[in-house]
């Protein structure tokens, strides 16, 4: 599976932006979708999980409320909406897919950053 990640962008503190991940390769079917972020300095970190099959979701305390994921079928397209953004929320995001709902960094397919920048 070969992963695109977009969207990224600078935006205004309180503003929004929506992420997307599109598959190519393979369909997201049978997979489980997160992104994360990091931030210079810090480690890498999982914000929000989809299950492709059953649209279960986990979502961070950090983002919860604010960033919600969804998948589109017919696009094989996840997306992450982030609202209410804050200036802790800049970093480069990444989607990765893998065949177990997981809350670790061990994906089996990751797609390139996409840098989302907040200025207070």
């Known amino acids: 599976v070969q992963l695109q990640a977009s969207g990224g962008g600078l935006v205004q503190a309180g503003g929004s932006l929506k992420l997307s991940c599109a598959a190519s390769?393979?369909?997201?079917?049978?997979?489980?979708v997160g992104w994360f972020r990091q931030a210079p300095g810090k480690e890498r970190e999982l914000v929000a999980v989809?299950?492709?099959?059953?649209?279960?979701?986990y979502y961070a305390d950090s983002v919860k409320g604010r960033f919600t994921i969804s998948r589109d079928d017919a696009k094989n397209t996840v997306y992450l909406q982030m609202n209410s953004l804050k200036f802790e929320d800049t970093a480069v995001y990444y989607c990765?897919?893998?065949?177990?709902?997981?809350?670790?960094?061990?994906?089996?397919?990751w797609g390139q950053g996409t840098q989302v920048t907040v200025s207070s």
């Open positions: 390769g393979r369909t997201f079917s049978n997979y489980a």
């Open positions: 989809i299950s492709w099959s059953s649209g279960s979701t």
């Open positions: 990765a897919a893998d065949a177990y709902y997981r809350y670790d960094h061990l994906y089996d397919y």
